[in-house]
C-alpha cells in the first residue's frame, strides 16, 4: 500500500495532557518531532492518583527542546475546572492557538465491583471523565469560534470490552465515549473533529495492572511490540487536520488498529408484547452475525421506524 505523503504539524499547536510518561510521552515527543509546538501538560502523581511532580513533564519538555522542537510544560491537573482551564490557556496564551488535544491523562484504582467505595468510584471519574470535560470544553469553545480542530480523547479496551476490577475505569471510559459522541456531532458544524482511542501498550500503568512485569524504559517500535510507539501512528493522524474520521473509536495496540463500533442487530420484532414473546425468541435477539453501525441516535430512530412503521 502506498504511503501518503509527511505528516506534518508546523505551525500546529497541541496540547497532550499526561504527557510526562508512557503513551502521552511519545504523543508529545514525535508531534514535536513533526513541527507541532506542544504543552505537555502532567501531574507528575502516582498510577493511582496520589502525589504530584513537575520532573515528568519537565524532562519531556527538555527532551523536545534538545531535539530541536517546542514545548512548555504544564503542571495542572485535569481533574479540576481551574487545571483544565489553564492547560488550554497555556496554549492559548503562548503560541495563541489550539489546534488540537489530547486527552490522555490517567489513573487506576482497580477494585472488585463488590468491594468498590464511592471515592474510588469519584476518584477515577474526576480524573478520567471529568478530566476529559475539564481540558476539551476550553479547547472546544475556542476551536468553535476559531475554524475548527482535532480532538482525540482516550477510551480502553477494558471499558469497551468489559474487564474484571475495573468498574470505576470503565464508568468513567465510556462517560468519555458518550461525551465523544456528542461533541462530534455538535462540533461537526464548526469543522471540529473528536474521535476516542483505545489503546494498549506497555506502560507503568499496565504494569500495575499485570500486563507485563515492571514499567519499563520504551524501546522502538520495531523492537518492543507493546511499545507506546505503535499507538502513537494513529493518534498522530486522529490529530492531525486530514483526519477524515469524526465521532468514531479506533484501537491501537501492538501495531493492530482497528475500529470499534456501537451495534445494533436485526433483533426480532415481538408479536405480542409479553416477556414470554422474547423467552421465545433469545436466539435470534442475540445473534451477533446481523450487526450494523448506526450513525447516530436520529440514525436508530430511523432503523426503529423502518423495521416497525413507528412515526415520531
Ligand atoms: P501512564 O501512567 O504512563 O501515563 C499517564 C499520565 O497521566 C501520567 O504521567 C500521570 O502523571 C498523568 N496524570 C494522571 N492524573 C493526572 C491529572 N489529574 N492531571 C494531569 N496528568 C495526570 O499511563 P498510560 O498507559 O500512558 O495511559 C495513558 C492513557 O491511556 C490513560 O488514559 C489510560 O487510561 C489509557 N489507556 C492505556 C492503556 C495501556 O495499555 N497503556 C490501555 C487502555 C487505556
Redesign the pocket.
Known sequence: MSENPEMRFDGKVVVV??A?????RDYALQLAARGAKVIV?????S?D?IGNDQA?AARVVEQIRSNGGEAVASFD???TEEGGAAIIRAAIDTWGRVDAVIA????LRDKSFAKLTPPELDALLD??LR?TFFTVHPAFTWMRENGGGNVVV?A???ALFGAFGQSNYCAAKLGIVGMMQVMAIEGAKAGIKVNAL????A????ATAGMSDAPREPLPPEQDPMSTGRVSPLVLALAHESCPASGEIFNAGCGWISRAVIAVNEGVMLDSFTPEAVAAQWDALRDPSTLSVPQNATDYWHMIQARTGAQG
Open positions: 495532557t499526561g510526562g510518561n508512557g503513551l502521552g501538560n502532567d501531574l507528575g502523581g498510577t492518583g515528568a491537573s485535569v481533574a490522555n491523562a490517567g489513573i480524573v478520567h478530566g482516550t480502553s479496551p477494558s483505545a489503546p494498549t501498550a506502560t507503568r500503568l499496565t
